[in-house]
């Protein structure tokens, strides 16, 4: 079986198998996103006609999905990749109907307040999201009862117990793993603003697994994607599932929504 092939995973992940993943491999920036994703929707209740804030969604791998997958309108909001390249991978993906390609950064985003359903952010919020204040910020733009998910590169111990960054990871990403937290602080971190109901927060099930078979189909089909990838293939394979997998987090923003929208009492 090539790596290529090995993607295909309907056993665990049967929403992601019926994406082509030379598809996939060609909006490569990270670990396998729709795979996240997915295991991250188990906990979310996402229903069609919901408006999605995707944050940090890079080529627009996840946004495709979720306006395939679970019928929601979507805005896809990246810093790094520019809206005309994103809206054109919406178009080529027939979903240009349902998803708006918005650059802004993660800080400063162009919205008006409580004006979704969902926030959902994959393989991004470490980047921007560790500030004690991040999240109150990014609230203002979630209705009251809305949802949060957020999937992130995690440790399984925090680096503070440790002592230190383990070689293996240190030397490829330096100081930047510190934003790699367990599943436990990320819920604290929720939880003590009283902002939002933490619903679920746990470590992805063999995803430190995940990441290393994405990415050694990154490094057999991608051009230069040996000479590009194989330091993350060290770091994985040093690692061996010790300390690397992936923190999947939900919540909802305490208050009642309005009457009559997603999210009320049935």
Same mark, same amino acid.
């Given at each position: 079986?090539?790596?290529?092939?090995?993607?295909?995973?309907?056993?665990?992940?049967?929403?992601?198998?019926?994406?082509?993943?030379?598809?996939?491999?060609?909006?490569?920036?990270?670990?396998?996103?729709?795979?996240?994703?997915?295991?991250?929707?188990?906990?979310?209740?996402? /229903?069609?006609?919901?408006?999605?804030?995707?944050?940090?969604?890079?080529?627009?791998?996840?946004?495709?999905?979720?306006?395939?997958?679970?019928?929601? *309108?979507?805005?896809?909001?990246?810093?790094?990749?520019?809206?005309?390249?994103?809206?054109?991978?919406?178009?080529?993906?027939?979903?240009?109907?349902?998803?708006?390609?918005?650059?802004?950064?993660?800080?400063?985003?162009?919205? =008006?307040?409580?004006?979704?359903?969902?926030?959902?952010?994959?393989?991004?919020?470490?980047?921007?999201?560790?500030?004690?204040?991040?999240?109150?910020?990014?609230?203002?733009?979630?209705?009251?009862?809305?949802?949060?998910?957020?999937?992130?590169?995690?440790?399984?111990?925090?680096? /503070?117990?440790?002592?230190?960054?383990?070689?293996?990871?240190?030397?490829?990403?330096?100081? =930047?793993?510190?934003?790699?937290?367990?599943?436990?602080?990320?819920?604290?971190?929720?939880?003590?603003?009283?902002?939002?109901?933490?619903?679920?927060?746990?470590? *992805?099930?063999?995803?430190?697994?995940?990441?290393?078979?994405?990415?050694?189909?990154?490094? =057999?089909?991608?051009?230069?994607?040996?000479?590009?990838? *194989?330091?993350?293939?060290?770091?994985?394979?040093?690692?061996?599932?010790?300390?690397? +997998?992936?923190?999947?987090? +939900?919540?909802?923003?305490?208050?009642?929504?309005? *009457?009559? +929208?997603?999210?009320?009492?049935?």
């Amino acid at each position: 079986m090539t790596a290529l092939d090995d993607l295909v995973r309907p056993d665990r992940y049967p929403r992601s198998s019926g994406y082509d993943p030379a598809w996939l491999l060609g909006l490569d920036m990270g670990p396998h996103p729709l795979w996240l994703l997915e295991n991250l929707a188990e906990d979310l209740d996402l /229903r069609p006609g919901m408006r999605v804030l995707d944050l940090g969604s890079g080529r627009g791998a996840t946004s495709v999905f979720l306006a395939r997958e679970y019928g929601v *309108q979507v805005v896809a909001a990246d810093w790094w990749i520019a809206a005309d390249e994103a809206a054109a991978v919406f178009a080529e993906a027939g979903v240009e109907d349902r998803v708006d390609a918005v650059r802004a950064e993660a800080h400063a985003l162009p919205f =008006e307040e409580e004006s979704f359903d969902a926030v959902v952010s994959v393989d991004a919020f470490e980047y921007f999201g560790t500030a004690d204040n991040y999240l109150p910020y990014l609230l203002r733009f979630l209705r009251p009862g809305g949802q949060l998910g957020m999937a992130t590169p995690a440790m399984t111990q925090e680096i /503070r117990e440790l002592g230190a960054i383990p070689p293996h990871i240190k030397n490829l990403v330096g100081w =930047e793993a510190l934003a790699w937290h367990t599943a436990e602080w990320w819920r604290f971190q929720w939880a003590m603003t009283e902002l939002v109901t933490v619903t679920s927060a746990r470590l *992805q099930k063999d995803g430190w697994q995940d990441w290393l078979r994405w990415t050694r189909a990154c490094a =057999e089909h991608l051009p230069d994607g040996r000479a590009a990838n *194989q330091p993350v293939l060290d770091m994985l394979t040093a690692d061996d599932g010790e300390f690397l +997998t992936f923190a999947l987090l +939900t919540a909802h923003k305490n208050g009642a929504p309005p *009457q009559g +929208t997603y999210g009320a009492a049935e």
